[in-house]
Structure formats: C-alpha cells, structure tokens
C-alpha cells in the first residue's frame, strides 16, 4: 500500500535538498530492485557439524546471573519441534552435545515452567531430573572437560517471559503466539529457554541443528541453511542448520504461513525473504536488505556467514538473530535503515558477541554509528547534524539509564546502550579517518571470529592497532556519569 | 536488536515554537541548513499529527513522508503572521487525509453504504477500520456540498487545535470559526456510524 507517486516525488526533491523521510525509505527504494525468484526455495546439504567451533567459556552473567550455568558448555543443540496452533501446545525432544567445564555433583539448563519434561536421558541412560523455578537441575556427577549428550523431551503451552526492560516495543521475551496461532520469538537478552532446555547465557555458543514440523501449508523457520524441505497434507517439516556457533539469544523460531522470495547481492550471496502470504507492502520493503549488504560489505568486508535471510513476524521490534533476522511488521522496523541496522549486527553482535550482557554496548554502538552513516549515505540526515542532536541527548541518557557500560539491569535496551557508544565510536573515526578506522573495524572481526568477548578485549584490540593509550577514553565513555569532552585525547 | 522507536526520531530536545518560526523564515529564505534542521525536527511533531488521522504506523509514516516532501517544496505559501507549526498542522492533516483517499481508492470494495461511498476492505487495506475513518468519510460527503467547513471541522476534530488557532489559520474571525464548525458537527453527525 506504498505509493509510488510519492517515491517519484522524494527523487525529485532529494535532487535538488536532502529531505529527512519518514522511514528513510527514499533512499535505497530508487535502487534497481534485485532479483526475486517466486517458487522453489533452495535446499542444500547438511554438513557434519565441527563441535570444536562451539568450544567456549562459559561465565556467570553479572547483570543477569539467575540465567545460564557456567558449568556448561553447549557445543551442539539438536531440536525436533512440534507445533499444534489449535491447541496452543509445543512438542519438543531436544539433544545436546555438551562438555562439563568443571567436576560438579549436578549441572542445570534453563527451561520454562509451563514445559514438562517427560524423559531425560545422559548419554543414553535414564537421569534424574527436579526443577526449580525456571531452572531444570540434572542430577549426574561430571568430570572437568567430560564430553555428554543429554537428551530431552518435554511438551506443554509454551508461552512467553517478562524481559527486564522498560522499552516501549516489547515487554516479554521468547515464544510468542499470535491471535491466529502463528509463533514468533526475540529473546534479548534471554527467553530461549521458552522454547527448549538452554544454557541461556551469551558466552555460551553452540551450533543448532532445528527441525520443525508445522502445520500442512504452513513453514516453520529458523536459523541457518534449509536443509529439508517437506510439505506434506498434513504437516510440512522443515530442517535447518546452523554451521557456525551462535549464542541462544541470537536464536529464531518463526512458524506461520509464510511465501518465499529471494534478492542478491553484488557479491552474489542469496538473501531468502520469508513474509506471511497476503503481506505485498513487507514482501516489497524487505528487498532493500539487498542493497544495505552491499553498503555493510564495503565497511565490514565479506558476510561471515554460510547463509542469510530475513523472516517478518508479527512483532513491534526487529532482531539481529543469526543469519536470519527476525523483523517486525511496522513501518519503522520495515525501514531499509533499521533493516541495515540487524545486518550490520551479523558482524558486530553476531561473529563476535559480547561474553556478558553489561558489554551489550559492543553490539549497539557500532552498528549505531554504522546505521547513521547509512542514513546520511542514502539522503537521511547528515552524519554532523546527527551526532550534534545525539551529543545534545547523550547526558539525559547517563542520568535516565545510567552508563552504557553499567545500566540498570531493568532497563535493559534502552538509547544509553545505542547513542553513547555511538558517539565514542565516531570520536575515533574522525580521529583517524574513515579508512583507518574501518580497517581496524575489521581486524577485530577477524581476531575474534565466533567468540565471545568484553570490554577488555576490545580495548586492548585497539590500543594495540592504533598503538595508543585508550583505556581512559574508553571508560570515560562506557562507564562516565558524564558526557565526555570531544575528541581522543593523546595520551 | 533495533533501538527503541519511541526515542529514534527524537535526536534531542524538542524545539521551541520560536526556534520553529525562525528555522522556517530561514528556509523560506533558501538556507538548505536551516530547511534541514527544519525537517528533521519536524518528523515526530508530523508522524504524531499523521498517527492520530491514521492509526496504522505504515500508513502514518506514508502521511508524514508526503507531510515532509509538501512542507519541503511549499514552504514558500506560509505567510509567516501566524505560527510556522499550525500552518504545519494544515499541511500534515492535508497529507494524512490524501493518503487515506489513496488508500481507500486502492482497496477492494466490498459494499456501498448509503451514501455512495465505498468503505475500503479491512482485509486489504492497512487502514484500521476505527472512528476516525467514519470521521474522514464524512468529511469526504460534507465536502461535497458545503467545503467551506472542512478544514475547520477536520483541524478541530480530527487534529484538536484550539478555535484561536484555527481562526487564525484560517484568516476569519473566532466566532465564525466557531459557528462554522458547529454547522459542520451537525452535517457530520448523521454521517459518523452508530449515528450517535
């Protein structure tokens, strides 16, 4: 229901002024569309997963240490999941490949009440099981560095937990079901465990392998490459694979009625586009991923990943989840700005995740930065007028939320985690220029591909590539009551 | 995850009725700054006009584009005697109401009420069936016959501003205003659903 008269009128405009759009959709829509290809999604092989990948160390959150056992380290999540939309009840058999990081009489997994566990099994023997709150204990003495596979099935009315934030776009978190019984899930910064039994902390990546049998004509979704496809009368079963370790709030499930479609980028990775059939206007604002990745590859370089797709859903917010973006229907979420934004993240947030979610900031602030200079590249606001209306708010932010680096643990997500670290980020590149900085940008990808990571690690990261005393800069911005002065100070 | 909507289109404190004026005699004057100071500070002043004419955010946001675009190049037609931002209401309510007319002519008809018009299709159309609607078609019917009550009625109604406002938006004095929108409630009435 878009209207092309009016796109007519935004190039006409944009010509001769720079106009600031309502979605900032003026920009890249006057791009040549990529290709779409109509029927026959693509299906390709499963690989034997590579469990070393999934190798972490776990810790203790320090904002949100009710979640998550550092004593596990889930290297390999196997997920059969059965949804029955009238009668509102999720059928899951869950196997995990983990190893022990320390001798305990006992480990625990994260899993939601309403879902009752009705066998547990340790490497093939039966294993007792209690649960207390959310917490499901495994009663079984493990060594340090034990490998074990604990197998999992359980059922009930998955439904969705309240998330610790006073953001106006979302109040709960994981396993969301629609009026009409489609499912939806964002879990940031945790709910995975909504869905199935998890170590639901970020330091812990694994690899997933996530089979969903949905009802006949609908398709469930998840992350990773479709690695079977079956529509059936009855039901449809899909398989995805995820080859490359992600931590579980990076996790999407979606499941409803979905059309399937395709774009390309210059550098030809595919891009499959799932929307809910009957949606034209989110079929036709998704394409502008297309032209957003050709944007982030110049930046950021190649796209880490084996596969990329982007899934629209019913929800107000959108989500970086890995490979395949979880977006909401709204006009701001379906914005090739905010759609740059969750690609952007597939680098910053993704390959390389924060280990703690007091460094969510790693994930915002560049991506923050990256998403106003996209802005200003494709006729939005000017990247000065940006940072100068930003460095105006940047100490209501501190006194409301607090530091980026130290905010209320529920006041998860608000602007003090985005714009602060934004403007850190765009001292150093001004800096050292654009060049520099993006080379720098990259080199920490590359060093810390598919790990998790913190705040010193980071700062060490630059320290040494710029071969500069930063650790001052960095905490005045991170953790400052104040908004610091301009500029990096050399030291 | 994406930032916030309710604090992505506010980049800093809100500008002053003033600070608005000033912006806008500048642009008028070709400052290109100036105009995109201007626009930008706009946007959720405009979207918010937009929303509470169109209460899906898609369509809101289609409004508040075409509301930029048409402040951008009509700049030049607001008098600067009255406030920059209730010519800016005009503009926006103006925007918000030809979006809905494009909406309404692109969905699918699927009866005619009794006055000839063809409600659009909830199915189809991303308009939320809501009073507003009821409120707009009837505007659209009054038109008609007697349009020199529509603005009034649709900047009072629809958008809410003060009878001085609009009297002076307008160019006529309060009382008439006042008669006016009071001889275009009454038009309207019958035409709202529920006839209440």
């Not at chain 1, 996790?251 to 595919?270: E, N, P, Q, V």
């Not at chain 1, 930003?390 to 130290?406: K, Y």
Request: some cysteine; hydrophobic content about 35%; glycine content about 8%.
């Amino acid at each position: 229901m878009t209207a092309p008269g009016v796109a007519g009128l935004a190039l006409a405009v944009l010509a001769t002024t720079t106009v600031v759009g309502c979605s900032s959709e003026a920009g890249p829509a006057l791009l040549p569309d990529a290709e779409v290809v109509e029927s026959g999604v693509p299906v390709s092989d499963r690989r034997e997963p590579d469990l070393e990948l999934a190798l972490s160390e776990p810790r203790k959150d320090s904002v949100y240490p009710q979640v998550g056992d550092p004593g596990v380290d889930a290297l390999h999540y196997a997920l059969d999941l059965t949804w029955q939309p009238g009668r509102r009840l999720l059928k899951g058999r869950s196997r995990m490949v983990f190893r022990a990081t320390r001798p305990a009489p006992r480990f625990q997994l994260d899993l939601a009440r309403p879902l009752e566990v009705t066998r547990a099994r340790l490497d093939g023997r039966p294993v007792r099981t209690t649960r207390r709150g959310k917490n499901l204990v495994v009663h079984a003495p493990v060594t340090a560095d034990q490998r074990l596979t604990l197998t999992v099935a359980y059922a009930g009315r998955a439904r969705p937990v309240p998330a610790p934030t006073t953001r106006s776009d979302f109040s709960t978190t994981g396993f969301t079901v629609t009026r009409t019984g489609e499912v939806w899930t964002m879990q940031e910064p945790f709910g995975a465990y909504t869905w199935y039994p998890v170590n639901d902390q970020p330091s812990d990546k694994a690899l997933y392998d996530v089979t969903v049998h949905a009802p006949a004509r609908w398709t469930g979704i998840s992350n990773g490459r479709l690695v079977e496809h079956e529509p059936g009368r009855r039901r449809t079963t899909t398989r995805w694979q995820l080859d490359e370790p992600a931590s579980s709030y990076l996790m999407t499930l979606a499941i409803g009625d979905y059309g399937w479609s395709s774009g390309r980028t210059k550098s030809g990775l595919r891009i499959d586009y799932w929307v809910p059939r009957g949606k034209p206007t989110a079929k036709k604002k998704v394409r502008a991923a297309a032209r957003a990745m050709d944007w982030a590859e110049a930046r950021l370089g190649p796209y880490p990943f084996s596969s990329l797709g982007l899934v629209v859903t019913e929800s107000d917010s959108a989500m970086e989840t890995q490979t395949m973006v979880t977006l909401g229907d709204t006009g701001y979420v379906l914005s090739p700005a905010v759609i740059l934004h969750e690609l952007v993240h597939q680098w910053y947030g993704d390959q390389v995740s924060p280990d703690d979610w007091r460094d969510v900031w790693l994930n915002e602030g560049m991506t923050m930065l990256m998403q106003w200079l996209y802005e200003a590249d494709t006729g939005g606001v000017p990247i000065k007028a940006t940072v100068r209306r930003a460095r105006q708010l940047d100490q209501l932010l501190r006194d409301e939320h607090g530091p980026p680096g130290d905010y209320d643990a529920g006041e998860f997500g608000e602007t003090n985690i985005y714009w602060s670290p934004a403007l850190m980020w765009n001292e150093l590149r001004l800096e050292l220029g654009d060049k520099r900085f993006f080379e720098i940008a990259r080199s920490w990808l590359a060093a810390h591909d598919n790990q998790s990571v913190n705040r010193d690690d980071i700062v060490a990261h630059w320290e040494a590539e710029t071969g500069r005393e930063l650790y001052a800069f960095f905490d005045a911005w991170i953790m400052g009551r104040r908004t610091p002065a301009r500029g990096v100070p050399s030291s | 995850m994406v930032q916030d909507m309710n604090t992505s289109g506010e980049p800093g404190p809100a500008p002053t009725p003033d600070e608005l004026d000033d912006w806008a005699r500048r642009a008028q004057a070709g400052d290109t700054a100036a105009l995109e100071d201007l626009l930008g500070a706009l946007r959720p002043r405009v979207l918010n006009i937009c929303r509470g004419v169109l209460p899906h955010s898609g369509d809101a946001e289609d409004a508040c584009q075409e509301a930029l675009l048409n402040v951008a190049t009509k700049i030049g037609s607001w008098h600067g005697n009255g406030r920059f931002t209730t010519w800016l209401h005009a503009v926006a309510v103006n925007s918000a109401r030809s979006t809905y007319r494009r909406l309404k002519n692109q969905a699918t008809p699927v009866d005619t009420d009794e006055h000839g018009w063809d409600r659009p299709d909830p199915r189809t159309t991303s308009v939320i069936a809501g009073t507003r609607l009821d409120l707009l078609d009837a505007m659209e019917a009054i038109e008609q016959d007697h349009p020199q009550f529509v603005e009034q009625l649709l900047l009072r109604d629809v958008y809410g501003l003060p009878y001085d406002e609009i009297a002076r938006l307008v160019g006529a004095p309060l009382g008439t205003v006042k008669a006016q929108i009071h001889h275009g409630r009454k038009l309207a009435r019958p035409l709202l659903r529920g006839d209440r």
